[in-house]
């Protein structure tokens, strides 16, 4: 009987194979994808620094904190939604804990640690990949983070002022997002698409 089951799985294997196996994505595909995920990142930031920058005059620093703990996971949502994909922030030294990276993400972001080591540019550096997860095929494209003087340290930097210290502690008391240097990479983009 049990051979019998035994070659039962065996006669089945390449037809299970042959229906899961990746599809081919041309070269011309792959660089759309890679430019369509490009574009998405560029909302992706412009929208959450035209919310920091107006929240920043408006209310200060403090306030601020609180826009980026509410608003960074909502645009996330809502772009994910109108472009089809999951788009999200992650990095090596976490603020929030819901951003932490997956296998993947934490593998390129140690990629790029070492790229950076290398001397190359921060500004310009990603990484994009088709993979197999769990039987399904996915482009996944993750776009390095600079930090920047302003306005990245004033809340990701060594020193940082006793309100903003105050509310940090308040909000992510296992916060390991601070002690960046302007140059650093603060994290990074992450984008993945099912194919
Ligand atoms: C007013 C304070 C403030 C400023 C200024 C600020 N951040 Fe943040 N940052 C935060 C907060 C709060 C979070 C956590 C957001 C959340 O809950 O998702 C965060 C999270 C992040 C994350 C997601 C990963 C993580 O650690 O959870 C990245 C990446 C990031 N910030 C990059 C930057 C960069 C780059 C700049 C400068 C352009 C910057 N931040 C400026 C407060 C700030």
Known sequence: MKKVIFAAIVLTLPIA?????????????????????????MEFGKTLVGHVKKSMKSGGPVKTITVCNE????????????????????SLKLRN??????????????KFEQRKAAGEKVKTMAYKEIVME??????RMMKAIPTAQKP???????KVKAGIENQLS??????????YKAGDIRGAFSLKKEL
């Open 71 to 90: 608003i960074a996971p909502t645009v996330a949502a809502d772009l994910s939604k109108k472009h089809g994909v999951e788009l999200g922030r992650t």
């Open 152 to 158: 990245c340290l004033m809340c990701h930097g060594g």
């Open 97 to 110: 804990p819901s951003n932490a990276p997956d296998a993947w993400e934490k593998s390129v972001l140690m």
């Open 170 to 179: 308040k909000l992510y008391p296992e916060d390991k997002a601070r002690g």
């Open 134 to 139: 769990d039987g399904k095929q996915y482009f």
């Open 17 to 41: 194979c042959t229906t899961d196996a990746p599809r081919q994505v041309s070269a011309d595909e792959q660089k759309a994808l890679a430019v369509e995920g490009k574009k998405i990142f």
